[in-house]
């Protein structure tokens, strides 16, 4: 008999993927969400680095791959559901987001409008040249 693979274990939506929330290790800040296919989660466990499914490109996504801010992966985790994935990550550069922002949940709801709060740290277009995501 042989044991169930972890891989198995997660409740894969009707696309064959699931919801990954990536954490600052350190703060617990959630610095953003992006969904994970079966390869993309095996990836992520066998290289330590976080890989992505992006549903607008339909492909594999290495974190960091033109930016250079690469996840490491510290620790995943699976819910009591099997359906969103977890993972404590340290962040190169200090930035997740492609707008340039540590976080890409930069926007806080004041007096009915979305505000920002978080500075740029750098400018996107010196990330990724002239084309953005």
């Known amino acids: 008999m042989t ?33 994970m296919n079966r390869e993309s989660l095996q990836l992520t466990a066998e290289t330590g ?3 992505y499914w992006t549903r607008s490109r339909q492909k594999l996504w290495k974190k960091g791959e033109e930016s250079g801010h690469l996840q ?5 985790r699976l819910d009591c559901d099997g359906d969103v994935i977890t993972m404590q990550i340290e962040q190169a550069g200090g930035i997740a987001c492609h ?3 540590e976080s890409c949940f930069y926007r806080v709801l004041r007096d009915g409008e979305w505000q920002v709060t978080d500075a740029v740290l750098k400018d996107p277009h010196a990330i990724y040249g002239a084309h953005q995501h």
């Open 49 to 51: 680095i976080a890989h």
């Open 72 to 76: 490491t992966v510290k620790e995943l």
């Open 99 to 101: 707008t340039g922002r």
């Open 3 to 35: 044991a169930l693979n972890w891989l198995d274990e997660v409740k894969w939506d009707d696309k064959g993927l699931v919801v990954a929330i990536a954490q600052d290790a350190n703060t617990g800040r959630v610095l953003m969400v992006a969904y």
